[in-house]
């Protein structure tokens, strides 16, 4: 009723239960100077809600022994959950909540920060990593989206009312 695709793909061979909701909204909806956000967003998502702490949603999802995580592509924000299928129920409340209700604690915003910081130093130390964002850039120049590179410059200018306004 409220317009949401769902697309069902069974496979009883095994007792697993995967889901993934895919948001129309990624790195190419970004604007320049906060090169980042839809990663970041993504990453706190699990971070914390109304009604549950980081600590909570691990330990719910580490209980079952599922996995649940965000991450942003370039056209969309991705979140999945994975359990057995008996613990369907935990996978689907954890997704709903993160998606839902995430608080976007500013005290779990250094960590992710440092992680993603991380990752843009690390791009220096891989060759193959560095050649395809200078290729990318080189190919869509500075004046388009695709161009951009996210950077710590980027990355320290992401401010927690950044992150809900993304939300």
């Known amino acids: 009723k409220n317009g949401l695709q769902v697309i069902v793909v069974e496979n ?23 090169r980042g956000l839809a990663s970041f967003a993504a990453s706190m998502l699990s971070k914390g809600t109304r009604t549950r702490s980081a600590d909570e949603i691990a330990s719910a ?15 969309a924000t991705l979140v999945s959950c994975a359990v057995l299928a008996k613990d369907l129920g935990v ?16 005290t779990e915003m250094p960590q992710i920060r440092d992680e993603l910081l991380s990752a843009v130093r690390q791009r220096a130390d891989d060759a193959a990593e560095l050649a395809a964002t200078h290729f990318q850039n ?8 695709r161009g951009w590179v996210m950077s710590s410059r980027t990355l320290s200018a992401i401010s927690r009312a950044d992150l809900t306004a993304w939300h």
């Open 12 to 34: 009883h061979e095994l007792p697993v239960v995967g889901m993934q909701l895919a948001v129309n909204a990624g790195r190419a909806d970004e604007t320049r100077d906060k």
């Open 61 to 75: 999802i580490d209980f079952v022994g599922g996995s649940l995580g965000a991450s942003a592509t370039f056209e």
């Open 91 to 106: 996978c689907r409340d954890l997704l709903a909540d993160v998606v839902t209700h995430p608080t976007f604690l500013e």
């Open 138 to 145: 080189a190919l869509w120049g500075d004046d388009h989206v």
